[in-house]
Structures are given as structure tokens and as C-alpha cells.
Nanobody, 115 residues
Framework: QVQLVESGGGWVQPGGSLRLSCAAS????????MRWYRQAPGKERELVAS????????NYADSVKGRFTMSRDNAKNTVYLQMNSLKPEDTAVYYC????????WGKGTLVTVSS
């Protein structure tokens, strides 16, 4: 049974940092493309970052490039999103996603950036 559990969200001031985690079970993260999405209030869900299976290359939305880093720990079967220089516009619920035949989503973790 595929499960994704996000954690690490919270409140942070502009310019601060957070690290999100997505613990996976029921499949091996290194075999699949893993993605982080976010959904801000009143907006559509958007792709933030992805990491491919072979080689672990990453891709980022232009809005987070240079500030966010996605990584993977194969031993823990977990992916991470390190978020630095956070801005108020980064406020959103962040979701982990994988397609294993069908798409699976975690329940999300809320990130609030405000002073």
C-alpha cells in the first residue's frame, strides 16, 4: 500500500528556512520520480520541484529556483525539500506526490511565511 506522509511545515518569518520531509512506504522512492507540489489559498496546485529516479537530477519551478533544494535519502525512503530565503508568497500547503501506476498524494503540510 503506497503511503506518503509529509512533515516539517510551520510558521517562519520572511527570510527564514524550513525543511520538509516526505516519508514513503509501499514503494521505493529511488525507483520513481518524486515531486513536491504546493497549493496556496485560492490558487491551483503547482509543481514546485521534482527528482528523477536514475541519477537523482532535480528540477524546480522558476519561482523557487536557487532557494529550494530537493533531495532523497534512499536508506530512509524519504525525500526532502529544503526551503531557504522564504517569502510570504511561499505560504501554501505542500504536498508530496508519486505516480506508481496511479497518482498518490500525502495529506500535506502547511507552511506559513509571515512577519
Amino acid at each position: 500500500q503506497v503511503q506518503l506522509v509529509e512533515s516539517g511545515g510551520g510558521w517562519v518569518q520572511p527570510g527564514g528556512s524550513l525543511r520538509l520531509s516526505c516519508a514513503a512506504s509501499g514503494f521505493t522512492v529511488s525507483f520513481y520520480v518524486m515531486r513536491w507540489y504546493r497549493q496556496a489559498p485560492g490558487k491551483e496546485r503547482e509543481l514546485v520541484a521534482s527528482i528523477i529516479s536514475t541519477g537523482g537530477d532535480t528540477n524546480y519551478a522558476d519561482s523557487v529556483k536557487g532557494r529550494f533544494t530537493m533531495s532523497r535519502d534512499n536508506a530512509k525512503n524519504t525525500v526532502y525539500l529544503q526551503m531557504n530565503s522564504l517569502k510570504p508568497e511561499d505560504t501554501a500547503v505542500y504536498y508530496c506526490n508519486v505516480v506508481v501506476g496511479v497518482g498518490y498524494w500525502g495529506k500535506g503540510t502547511l507552511v506559513t511565511v509571515s512577519s
